[in-house]
């Protein structure tokens, strides 16, 4: 039984990471940012301001990840269409 030669010491080791791992790393990230901002926006707002629009502070992160009840009123607020998100 032949075994496998025994490593080098201080030996370099490449590292390949693939072009699609690390777009799709930079794309989420610039998400998690963006839903971040968004959600600040909204945080800044008093409770009068969110009334008015239509949401409670409870649902803001709801609605800045499109999962409230009207996505589109982050488009409405921010300028930014939610799906960017």
């Known amino acids: ?3 496998p030669p025994a490593p080098v010491i201080g030996a370099r080791v490449p590292i390949t990471v693939s ?3 690390l777009a799709k790393a930079w794309r989420a990230l610039v998400r998690w940012h963006r839903l971040r901002m ?5 945080q800044a707002l008093d409770n009068r301001m969110l009334k008015d629009i239509g949401i409670e502070r409870s649902e803001i992160d709801s609605v800045v990840r499109g999962i409230g009840r009207d996505a589109t009123r982050v488009e409405r607020l921010t300028g ?3 799906s960017f998100f």
């Open 1 to 3: 039984m032949r075994h």
């Open 19 to 21: 072009a699609g791992f």
């Open 38 to 42: 968004g959600a600040a926006e909204l």
């Open 80 to 82: 930014n269409h939610p």
